[in-house]
Structures are given as C-alpha cells and as structure tokens.
C-alpha cells in the first residue's frame, strides 16, 4: 500500500509539473544559442583566444554552483554559457529588460529608467568588467557569460517593455495550430516572442531541410540555422548595423513593440495601453489569440533580430578583448 501511495504521488508531481506554463526566457534557449554561436563565428582569433582562457575551455571547463537547490552548471563554451543569466534564480533580475512607462514614445536615453537597472546598465558594467584585465578572472567570465545575454534580451522585442505586463507575460495567449513541428506550445505573448516565431520560422527551415535528421542532438538545429544566417550577410550588411549604440538597438526592439500589428499594446492618446479599457493589466488577464497568419508575418522580424544581434555581440567582444581589432572583416562563410 505504501508503495501504491508513493508511485501516485510521483505521478501526481509529474502531472502538476507538465501543467505549469514554461516560464519566458528571452529567446529561449535555442534563441539564445544562436545569437551566441553565430557571435563566436565572428570572433577574431585573439578574441577567441582570450574566450577560451576565461572559459578555460582547454582546461574541461568551468563549473558555476547551483544557488539554492539549484544543480551546479559546467561550460565549456561560449554559446552555452550564454545560457547562465536564465538559471534561476537570477543572478540579475533586473538585467534582462527595458521597463518604461506606457507613455514613453521612443528609448532615447542611456540611463535605465527611474533609480534602477536595465539592459543597458548591464551591458555598460559587464562591457567594462571585460575589458579590464586586471579585474578577478571570476568576475570576467561571469562579465562575458552576462553580457551575450543581454546582447540577446536586447534583441527580444518584449523585453524592451512595460513592468505591469511583464513584456506580454500577463497577455495570456492562444495559438491556433503549432509553432512549425515543434512541440513547443506558448501560453503567453512573450513566449511567442521567445520561442514560438522561430520554431516555426528559422528552426523549422532547417527541419525541412534534405539533410535534416530526426537524431540530431537537441542543439544542432542552432548551429545549422547560425550557417544560413551567416552565410546571408554579406560584410556591408554588417558594417551597416553592428557600429551603432546599444540605445538604439533598444529602440529598434521598442517600435516592434509598439506596432499595433504586434497586438502588445493599444494606443490610447498618449499611452499605449494594456488593452481598449485598461490603462495597466487587470485580473483576469487579457486573452489574446495568435494564429497561423501572425506567426508568418513576424517571422523575418524575428530571424532579424537574432541576426543583428550575433553580429553586434561579436563586434562588442572584439573591442573589448582584441586590441588590434579595427571593425568587421568578411569571414569565408559569408556572402561576398
């Protein structure tokens, strides 16, 4: 009897695990991989060089002890070491986005809205960190880890947002049909955002492949979507967008943002609002449905930002750890 009780509560946990919404992620961790693997792609080898010794990716790597109950993490390269600043908790919650008010027409300024921090002071303190070779080695790998993070957040349209919504968490969504073949299933508007566009736009490309394979590792699709994004940008295209400031890449995400068609927010006078008769977010939240027609209408928007977003990321790290770096070169991968 016992044994009958025991196995019923782990299908009980089991059950009430799988229900739980995926918590929002910028990106997700494919996105994510992406706009950190096609940054090393574009890496000078003095760059890489310094990577790997922060890394110590000759050495087996690095181990990051897990806070609270949470499990250790080891790394041994930079796209997955992206990945760190999304265990939870936090390390640093208020990093990963842009809070303004509803009113704010434009991202115009460096300063972090109100007293506190955002993506932009993240970027700022973790670029300086990284620069600077007589700070501790510990706190420049974290330095390098966060800052291709927020290089990604940047990027994510909803996370250049309002803090009352919590960038389209507190927009519950209802998606008709899939997001491609994938099995992801958003429940929110920032989770079509993170995950579902390029699930069912750049990833599934890759999918429909010829010599796409079912027995892929779970990360390969990444590297073979960061082979055609690579490939697709001729060097002119990059020089053109990676020597602008991060304000204006916050900028770039907030008019997406605001685009009616985004269906975020609705402009009422002055405000963008969190719907026609709602100034903020209620209880119970908004419903919005999302379907077929708006996953293909966002698709090149969201391949384009993590596009720009792995060039700009390279670009950042090799002022910071090339001292000979001078701008973008076209690497043989790319178009002419």
Same mark, same amino acid.
């Given at each position: 009897?016992?044994?009958?009780?025991?196995?019923l509560?782990? !299908?009980l946990?089991? /059950?009430?695990a799988?229900?739980? $919404?995926?918590k929002?992620? @910028?990106w =997700?961790? %494919?996105?994510?991989?992406s !706009?950190c693997?096609? /940054?090393?792609?574009?890496?000078? $080898?003095?760059t890489r060089? @310094?990577? =790997?010794? %922060?890394l110590?990716?000759?050495?087996g790597g690095?181990?990051i002890p897990?806070r609270?109950k949470?499990?250790?993490?080891?790394?041994?390269?930079?796209?997955?070491?992206c990945l760190?600043?999304d265990?939870?908790?936090?390390?640093?919650p208020?990093d990963?986005f842009i809070?303004?008010a509803?009113?704010?027409p434009?991202?115009?300024?460096?300063a972090c809205?109100?007293?506190?921090?955002?993506?932009l002071?993240g970027?700022a303190r973790?670029?300086a960190?990284?620069?600077d070779p007589?700070?501790p080695r510990?706190?420049?790998t974290?330095?390098l880890?966060?800052?291709g993070?927020w290089?990604?957040?940047?990027?994510q349209?909803?996370?250049i947002?309002?803090?009352?919504d919590?960038?389209?968490n507190?927009?519950d969504?209802?998606l008709?049909?899939?997001?491609?073949?994938?099995s992801?299933r958003p429940?929110?508007?920032?989770?079509?955002w993170?995950n579902?566009?390029l699930?069912a736009?750049?990833f599934?490309r890759v999918?429909?492949r010829?010599?796409?394979?079912?027995s892929?590792?779970?990360?390969?699709i990444?590297?073979r979507?960061v082979?055609t994004?690579?490939?697709?940008t001729?060097?002119?295209e990059?020089q053109?967008?990676?020597g602008?400031?991060?304000?204006l890449?916050?900028?770039?995400?907030?008019k997406?943002t605001?685009?009616?068609?985004?269906?975020?927010?609705v402009?009422?006078?002055a405000?963008?609002q969190?719907?026609?008769?709602?100034?903020?977010?209620t209880?119970?939240?908004?419903?919005?449905p999302?379907?077929?027609?708006?996953?293909r209408s966002?698709d090149?928007?969201a391949q384009?930002?993590i596009?720009r977003?792995?060039f700009?990321l390279a670009h950042?790290?090799n002022?910071?750890?090339?001292?000979?770096?001078a701008?973008?070169?076209r690497?043989?991968s790319?178009?002419p």
């Open positions: 009897m016992r044994r009958l009780f025991a196995l509560a782990i !299908v946990v089991a /059950a009430f799988v229900s739980q $919404p995926q929002a992620q @910028a =997700g961790k %494919l996105g994510h991989l !706009v693997d096609l /940054a090393y792609r574009n890496l000078t $080898p003095t060089a @310094a990577l =790997g010794d %922060l110590q990716s000759k050495r690095i181990t897990g609270g949470m499990p250790d993490q080891h790394y041994t390269s930079f796209n997955y070491a760190e600043e265990e939870i908790p936090r390390r640093n208020d990963h809070n303004v509803r009113t704010v434009a991202i115009t300024d460096q809205p109100g007293a506190g921090d955002c993506i002071s970027i973790d670029l960190l990284l620069k007589n700070k510990t706190d420049r974290f330095a880890m966060e800052l993070h290089i990604g957040d940047i990027h349209p909803l996370h947002s309002y803090a009352d919590k960038g389209g507190g927009i969504a209802t008709t049909g899939r997001c491609g073949t994938s992801y429940d929110n508007l920032h989770g079509v993170d579902c566009l699930e736009g750049l599934e999918r429909k010829a010599d796409y394979k079912k892929w590792s779970r990360f390969t990444t590297y979507a082979d994004l690579q490939a697709n001729t060097l002119a990059e053109s967008f990676v602008t400031d991060p304000v890449w916050a900028e770039e995400s907030y997406i605001r685009d009616p068609a985004v269906l975020y927010c402009q009422v006078g405000a963008c969190y719907s026609e008769t709602a100034a903020t977010k209880n119970p939240k908004r419903v919005q999302i379907d077929q027609a708006y996953l966002f090149a928007t384009e930002r596009r977003a792995g700009r950042l790290l002022l910071a750890l090339d001292p000979a770096y701008g973008p070169t690497q043989a790319q178009h």
